[in-house]
């Protein structure tokens, strides 16, 4: 007869013929296989955001801008663009911290039967900064507003990004006649709640450091991180001297640095997770409100792992969109069109061609 042995769980003891398996041991067995289902489960997921082998980054990516610099006087203020081909206008509206440049490599390869036109942002590449320092989203809003009117633009497509989505979202919910199509990338369409949940520690860190305007001040204005660093870390391949110097070049101008604290400041969301109520706050989730209404025709590109938009923010545009589709470009982070402006220029250019 064998001599039975006892199985010890918490506070209880089991008999049976099997080694004995110490409490401790059995919960450190189950907590592995429950990480091995999660990280299974994790995995299929990631399968369906990310199909296939991601695309590596374009090679070839010219730091060249050929393009003529245009202004416009709007109001005090002087708004730089470049231009270039004829039919319908294609808006193309940068992010933060970057200008026209962001796109140099989109412009020349969409421009076929469309009039593309680039601008800066108030305070952005070679704009005037407002004396008042007033760059927020309702200033830059207002600013395109009198752009497209001076410009006579109608039957508007919009290719928007971070900053731009913002003032862009802005135009298209409230002027929803004149808007065309909207293609988009690395952009605030969620609610801040679920925003803010899903964006990267580092990112997170930073806004809780910059909540303060004191330390915004500081990193920002005296240090100079919008100029120095902040380019080549939202980029994922290794940007040229001459590319690093053309993203660094509008803040060499100290007080150009403060745009990055008088625009929309998306370090209000670190107060209370995104569900809080302040200026920053308010905007986005009315905007992702009523982009969940909107029948505006949406092209939505995104990367592994992006910065912004990551899986969640794919899993979100795919439930509450309407008229959408999607594109994933492959490895990226934040400046996308950094890392795959030939096969983005083409996406777009076959999508547009589904237009009305």
Same mark, same amino acid.
């Given at each position: 007869?064998?001599?039975?042995?006892?199985?010890?769980?918490?506070?209880?003891?089991?008999?049976?013929?099997?080694?004995?398996?110490?409490?401790?041991?059995?919960?450190?067995?189950?907590?592995?296989?429950? #990480?091995?289902?999660?990280?299974?489960?994790?995995?299929?997921?990631?399968?369906?955001?990310?199909?296939?082998?991601?695309?590596?980054?374009?090679?070839?990516?010219?730091?060249?801008?050929?393009?003529?610099?245009?202004? #416009?006087? #709007?109001?005090?203020?002087?708004?730089? !663009?470049?231009?270039?081909?004829?039919?319908?206008?294609?808006?193309?509206?940068?992010?933060?911290?970057?200008?026209?440049?962001?796109?140099?490599?989109?412009?020349?390869?969409?421009?076929?039967?469309?009039?593309?036109?680039?601008? *800066?942002?108030?305070?952005?590449?070679?704009?005037?900064?407002?004396?008042?320092?007033?760059?927020?989203?309702?200033?830059?809003?207002?600013?395109?507003? *009198?752009?497209?009117?001076?410009?006579?633009?109608?039957?508007?497509?919009?290719?928007?990004?971070?900053?731009?989505?913002?003032?862009?979202?802005? !135009?298209?919910?409230?002027?929803?006649?004149?808007?065309?199509?909207?293609?988009?990338?690395?952009?605030?369409?969620?609610?801040?709640?679920?925003?803010?949940?899903?964006?990267?520690?580092?990112?997170?860190?930073?806004?809780?450091?910059?909540?303060?305007?004191?330390?915004?001040?500081?990193?920002?204005?005296?240090?100079?991180?919008?100029?120095?660093?902040?380019?080549?870390?939202?980029?994922?391949?290794?940007?040229?001297?001459?590319?690093?110097?053309? !993203?660094?070049?509008?803040?060499?101008?100290?007080?150009?640095?403060?745009?990055?604290?008088?625009?929309?400041?998306?370090?209000?969301?670190?107060?209370?997770?995104?569900?809080?109520?302040?200026?920053?706050?308010?905007?986005?989730?009315?905007?992702?409100?009523?982009?969940?209404?909107? *029948?505006?025709?949406?092209?939505?590109? !995104?990367?592994?792992?992006?910065?912004?938009?990551?899986?969640?923010?794919?899993?979100?545009?795919?439930?509450?969109?309407?008229?959408?589709?999607?594109?994933?470009?492959?490895?990226?982070?934040?400046?996308?069109?950094?890392?795959?402006?030939?096969?983005?220029?083409?996406?777009?250019?076959?999508?547009?061609?589904?237009?009305?």
């Amino acid at each position: 007869m064998k001599k039975q042995s006892n199985h010890r769980i918490g506070i209880y003891s089991l008999s049976s013929d099997s080694k004995t398996i110490d409490s401790p041991v059995l919960f450190k067995r189950i907590n592995i296989l429950t #990480i091995c289902l999660l990280f299974l489960v994790n995995t299929l997921q990631a399968q369906k955001i990310y199909p296939g082998k991601a695309s590596k980054i374009e090679a070839g990516i010219s730091a060249d801008f050929p393009y003529e610099s245009k202004y #416009i006087n #709007i109001g005090v203020h002087k708004i730089h !663009y470049v231009e270039s081909g004829e039919g319908d206008p294609v808006l193309l509206l940068h992010g933060f911290p970057s200008s026209t440049y962001v796109w140099r490599n989109v412009i020349n390869k969409i421009d076929t039967k469309k009039r593309v036109i680039a601008i *800066d942002f108030l305070g952005f590449g070679k704009s005037s900064f407002p004396e008042n320092r007033n760059v927020s989203a309702e200033a830059q809003y207002q600013m395109l507003v *009198d752009f497209i009117k001076a410009k006579e633009l109608e039957n508007l497509t919009f290719w928007i990004h971070d900053l731009g989505s913002i003032v862009g979202m802005m !135009y298209a919910t409230r002027v929803p006649e004149n808007v065309k199509g909207i293609a988009m990338f690395e952009a605030p369409f969620m609610p801040t709640s679920y925003f803010y949940k899903y964006l990267p520690l580092n990112l997170k860190l930073v806004m809780r450091l910059t909540k303060s305007p004191k330390k915004a001040k500081k990193l920002y204005v005296e240090k100079n991180y919008v100029g120095k660093k902040f380019p080549q870390i939202l980029t994922k391949r290794k940007l040229s001297k001459e590319e690093l110097a053309e !993203y660094a070049a509008p803040f060499e101008n100290k007080e150009r640095r403060y745009a990055a604290l008088y625009g929309p400041d998306p370090a209000q969301m670190s107060a209370k997770k995104g569900k809080g109520k302040s200026e920053f706050e308010k905007l986005i989730n009315g905007l992702a409100e009523q982009f969940k209404q909107t *029948d505006i025709p949406i092209l939505y590109f !995104y990367a592994k792992t992006g910065f912004l938009n990551r899986k969640k923010g794919v899993a979100y545009a795919r439930e509450h969109f309407k008229n959408y589709e999607e594109f994933y470009v492959g490895k990226g982070k934040h400046f996308l069109t950094e890392s795959h402006p030939q096969k983005m220029s083409e996406v777009f250019n076959n999508w547009y061609q589904s237009l009305k």
